[in-house]
């Protein structure tokens, strides 16, 4: 099963993105995914990119590959602009991977924060008359009890930021006791010699592109360790 995905790094499109999507498509992924940040969350001297404008370069290139968000933090922006000039827009992309998030301050400090619902949120999308044709996943990131209930309410995906692979075994457990497919969690890590197997296939594994390491290393220990 290919359930291995990329999220990138914040200043992935600074130099030769071309040529790094071309790369990125002979790894065979699953899924490319872009966070939702005003500045880089791993070295603030690094530029960063927006993720609307993330999203329309990922989409405008020849690819092998899903396009999603990791996560689009719904209290970022006012409700009317979330919902049409992003959630709306991203929609339009068959088979976008939809994470979405309430947000914290570990990465960087919100100057204001709009009290939008994330449950509203969710049943706009799955409310929308494309959301099955385009087949839009929903993906909720965060490990706290009123997430994992949301996306158990609405059978919905689950990403884990990190952690250990008994939280992930332990939503596992969760989901195949509502009768929910375990292939709608996924875990994001920054460790790119994780081996599948030491997961179930089922789980979608996100490797998380760093700013300390050139992007061909990344790559390489990629193709030495997961895709092989």
């Not at 919100?110 to 929308?128: A, L, M, T, Y």
């Not at 061909?216 to 220990?221: A, N, R, S, T, V």
């Amino acid at each position: 099963m290919n359930n291995k995905s990329l999220l990138l790094n914040g200043s992935f499109f600074e130099d030769e993105y071309f040529k790094k999507i071309d790369i990125i498509n002979n790894l065979e992924i699953k899924s490319v995914y872009v966070f939702d940040h005003f500045q880089n969350p791993e070295m603030k001297s690094k530029p960063v990119y927006e993720i609307k404008e993330a999203v329309s370069k990922l989409n405008e290139v020849d690819k092998n590959f899903e396009i999603g968000s990791m996560v689009l933090n719904v209290r970022n922006r006012k409700k009317d602009i979330l919902l049409n000039d992003y959630i709306y827009q991203f929609m339009e992309i068959k088979n976008f991977n939809f994470g979405l998030g309430i947000g914290d301050e570990k990465y960087e400090k919100k100057n204001k924060i709009f009290e939008n619902n994330i449950e509203d949120i969710i049943c706009e999308i799955q409310n929308h008359k494309i959301y099955d044709e385009n087949k839009v996943n929903i993906i909720l990131g965060g490990n706290s009890k009123f997430l994992i209930d949301l996306s158990l309410k609405y059978s919905i995906g689950l990403n884990q930021w990190q952690g250990s692979i008994e939280n992930i075994d332990n939503k596992i457990d969760l989901f195949t006791k509502s009768s929910i497919s375990e292939s709608k969690i996924s875990f994001c890590t920054k460790n790119l010699k994780l081996s599948a197997k030491e997961l179930s296939e089922k789980i979608e594994i996100i490797y998380v592109l760093s700013e300390k390491r050139t992007f061909k290393d990344q790559i390489d220990d990629i193709s030495k360790y997961w895709l092989n």
